[in-house]
């Protein structure tokens, strides 16, 4: 059995690793850009994973509904997503796919408009 973890260098993504490699499952880090479609496409082309948790994203950065960083966040949450589900599909043996987001969606502060 392999695994493909997005988010792999980021906390969840080390756990993840630990437990799934003491289960003596075959881990792989994803470290291209998810904002490529070809890359996505061909590295789950590459790799053929049973499983894919897909746990990157970018940390939102401040407490501003509209920032700086916005771009980056949804070309990631959305697009990359996107690509990596379309890129599964595409694989003879479809993968099971775990999907999550960051903890940054839980505001800790008030949020103003």
């Not at 881990?27 to 904002?35: A, Y």
């Not at 940390?59 to 990596?84: C, H, M, P, Q």
């Not at 599909?89 to 800790?108: F, G, Q």
Request: aromatic share 8%.
């Amino acid at each position: 059995m392999k695994a493909l973890i997005t988010g792999s260098d980021g906390f969840c993504g080390k756990h993840l690793i630990e437990l799934l490699q003491a289960k003596k499952i075959t881990t792989v880090g994803f470290q291209d850009d998810l904002r490529e479609k070809s890359n996505v496409v061909n590295q789950l082309k590459k790799i053929q994973p049973d499983w894919i948790f897909h746990l990157a994203s970018p940390i939102l950065r401040s407490d501003k509904l509209i920032d700086n960083y916005l771009a980056d966040n949804l070309e990631v949450d959305l697009f990359g997503t996107v690509y990596l589900i379309e890129a599964a599909a595409e694989l003879t043996r479809k993968p099971k796919i775990l999907i999550t987001n960051t903890a940054a969606v839980y505001a800790p502060y008030p949020v103003s408009y």
